[in-house]
């Protein structure tokens, strides 16, 4: 089974960047980022498929991160742009073996990494 370990997290003021990191034990098709904020509902943030490397994002971050990934690494990854309050939350990477449908379904994925703080400061 696919061990994941994100990092990256940390703090950064409104308007800022930052990256993160999901380290894969081993290649998986299906990759994600989720995010949970304190008192919310767990979210998708952005997906990518291994063979196209198409991907889908949340309406709310749409041309402001971008998910992409390594598979010689297999590491994903999250470049976070223009980041603002709202994107404070604890972000998750998630992994499935094999194809899913639709994208943002936290059952769709069986693996999760522990998360990492973003915090993000007006």
């Known amino acids: 089974q696919v061990q994941l370990v994100e990092s990256g997290g940390g703090s950064v003021q409104a308007g800022g960047s930052l990256t993160l990191s999901c380290a894969a034990s081993?290649?998986?098709?299906?990759m994600a980022w989720f995010r949970q904020a304190p008192g919310e509902e767990r979210e998708g943030v952005a997906t990518i498929y291994g063979i196209s490397a198409t991907t889908y994002y949340a309406d709310s971050v749409k041309g402001r991160f971008t998910i992409s990934r390594d598979n010689a690494k297999n590491t994903l990854y999250l470049q976070m742009n223009s980041l603002n309050p709202e994107d404070t939350a604890v972000y998750s990477c998630a992994a499935a073996y094999s194809h899913k449908w639709p994208p943002f379904l936290p059952e769709n994925f069986a693996h999760w990494g522990q998360g990492t703080q973003v915090t993000v400061s007006s």
């Open positions: 081993e290649y998986t098709y299906l």
